[in-house]
């Protein structure tokens, strides 16, 4: 058997907001991916989309959320939120990523520069919140752009305290700032910000969010339990949702709850991607952790299962990424486990330079080990 081993609340009134802002209640939603209140001047046509894409925005659910956010535009050409909804799924605050190309593209059809883009907003809450992305995607490094964007949230926030869109999405900014690192002030000041959201609404899928990232380590995970509990319930409509539990599960060493989170993102994920058309995705981010589960519960066989699938997948052109979790997965089914012989089984070399690596170097030292080398 294998030896485990530690590893690294009420709704916010929807009338209030509209006496707050003069705009329009939104109350049709997804269940499945929970439930906010976002008044904005769109038409009655485009008001599901636009929901569904700002809840699928909270979860991470980018690609889905901005085909959302484009229904809402057919729905209602000149809606300048379904334009700022696109807008922001081109950015990825967490994961450093960030199309800024694409998202210009999609303010530009608003208008050829900020002042007109600034003119088509109906209120001055919305034109807030075009502000803040006209400094996101606007001139300097990305550094210097997130940092921009945070104050903007900011500013929004300060003036619309009662908008837990502006509220969480400031938060959110925040987390955004760090270029990758952990600053335990920063994130612990993003948790501040957030709090308040979900006890306002204990259903809003972003603060829930966003309160797990601010307590993604070990020694601050205990406080991220109530929302991972919380999340997994919020929002199964969402798989990165599912996923996002687990952080705060492997944190403590909750590995039944770690491999049941991501037991659920992966069919959540593989749901989704029938409907689209394609393939499981047996070599991405839930099943990589889904193995790395099955092996802290001393589940050798299941570990296997995992392993095996995605080896298969590297027969089939897979993507730089998936050759990078193969890698990964590959690295702890030999050392974990301590079984060195396994490198001939698993003897796929990925054809991306950072996986290649690491897949010899896993090799060198399983020779190593056993005599060979």
Same mark, same amino acid.
């Given at each position: 058997?294998y030896?485990?081993?530690?590893?690294?609340?009420?709704?916010?009134?929807?009338?209030?907001?509209?006496?707050?802002?003069?705009?329009?209640?939104?109350?049709?939603?997804?269940?499945?991916?929970?439930?906010?209140?976002?008044?904005?001047?769109?038409?009655?046509?485009?008001?599901?989309?636009?929901?569904?894409?700002?809840?699928?925005?909270?979860?991470?659910?980018?690609?889905?959320?901005?085909?959302?956010?484009?229904?809402?535009?057919?729905?209602?050409?000149?809606?300048?939120?379904?334009?700022?909804?696109?807008?922001?799924?081109?950015?990825?605050?967490?994961?450093r990523?960030?199309?800024?190309?694409?998202?210009?593209?999609?303010?530009?059809?608003?208008?050829?520069?900020a002042?007109?883009?600034?003119?088509?907003?109906?209120?001055?809450?919305?034109?807030?919140?075009?502000?803040?992305?006209?400094?996101?995607?606007?001139?300097?490094?990305?550094?210097?752009?997130?940092?921009?964007?945070?104050?903007?949230?900011?500013?929004?926030?300060?003036?619309?305290?009662?908008?837990?869109?502006?509220?969480?999405?400031?938060?959110?900014a925040?987390?955004?700032?760090?270029?990758?690192?952990?600053?335990?002030?920063?994130?612990?000041?993003a948790?501040?910000?957030?709090?308040?959201?979900?006890?306002?609404?204990?259903?809003?899928?972003?603060?829930?969010?966003?309160?797990?990232?601010?307590? $993604?380590?070990?020694?601050?995970a205990p406080?991220?339990?109530? =929302? @991972?509990?919380? !999340?997994?319930? *919020?929002?199964?409509? +969402? /798989?990165?949702?599912?996923?996002?539990?687990?952080?705060?599960?492997?944190?403590?060493?909750?590995?039944?709850?770690?491999?049941?989170?991501?037991?659920?993102?992966?069919?959540?994920?593989?749901?989704?991607?029938?409907?689209?058309?394609?393939?499981?995705?047996?070599c991405?981010?839930?099943?990589?952790?889904?193995?790395?589960?099955?092996?802290?519960?001393?589940?050798?066989?299941?570990?296997?299962?995992?392993?095996a699938?995605?080896?298969?997948?590297?027969?089939?052109?897979?993507?730089?990424?998936?050759?990078?979790?193969?890698?990964?997965?590959?690295?702890?089914?030999?050392?974990?486990?301590?079984?060195?012989?396994?490198? $001939?089984?698993?003897?796929?070399?990925?054809?991306?330079?950072? =996986? @290649?690596?690491? !897949?010899?170097? *896993?090799?060198?030292? +399983? /020779?190593?080990?056993?005599?060979?080398?």
């Amino acid at each position: 058997m294998y030896r485990r081993r530690p590893s690294p609340t009420a709704v916010l009134s929807g009338v209030l907001a509209v006496l707050l802002w003069g705009a329009r209640p939104l109350t049709a939603q997804d269940a499945s991916l929970g439930e906010i209140s976002f008044p904005n001047s769109g038409a009655a046509a485009a008001q599901e989309p636009f929901l569904r894409g700002v809840l699928l925005l909270h979860s991470f659910e980018f690609e889905d959320a901005a085909e959302a956010f484009r229904e809402a535009q057919e729905a209602d050409p000149g809606f300048v939120m379904a334009h700022w909804g696109e807008a922001m799924t081109y950015n990825h605050p967490l994961w450093r990523q960030q199309d800024r190309a694409r998202a210009r593209a999609v303010l530009e059809r608003l208008g050829p520069d900020a002042d007109a883009r600034a003119r088509a907003a109906s209120t001055e809450r919305e034109r807030m919140y075009l502000a803040a992305l006209e400094e996101l995607y606007g001139e300097g490094t990305k550094t210097e752009r997130d940092r921009r964007y945070m104050e903007a949230m900011r500013r929004l926030h300060e003036a619309y305290p009662e908008d837990l869109e502006a509220r969480t999405f400031y938060a959110l900014a925040i987390l955004g700032t760090t270029d990758g690192t952990r600053d335990f002030g920063t994130y612990m000041r993003a948790a501040a910000v957030a709090q308040p959201a979900m006890d306002a609404n204990p259903r809003h899928p972003g603060a829930l969010h966003y309160l797990i990232h601010s307590f $993604d380590d070990p020694v601050h995970a205990p406080l991220g339990l109530p =929302a @991972a509990r919380a !999340y997994a319930e *919020v929002a199964p409509g +969402a /798989a990165h949702a599912q996923h996002m539990t687990s952080h705060i599960f492997l944190a403590m060493g909750m590995w039944d709850d770690m491999v049941a989170a991501n037991e659920r993102a992966r069919d959540v994920q593989d749901a989704r991607r029938r409907d689209l058309g394609r393939p499981p995705n047996v070599c991405g981010h839930y099943t990589s952790w889904l193995h790395y589960g099955y092996l802290m519960q001393g589940r050798p066989e299941a570990a296997t299962g995992v392993m095996a699938a995605c080896q298969e997948r590297m027969r089939a052109n897979p993507t730089p990424s998936e050759e990078g979790y193969y890698a990964s997965m590959r690295a702890r089914q030999i050392l974990d486990l301590e079984d060195f012989g396994q490198i $001939d089984r698993w003897n796929t070399r990925p054809a991306a330079p950072r =996986a @290649a690596w690491v !897949y010899d170097f *896993v090799s060198a030292y +399983a /020779a190593v080990r056993t005599g060979a080398g």
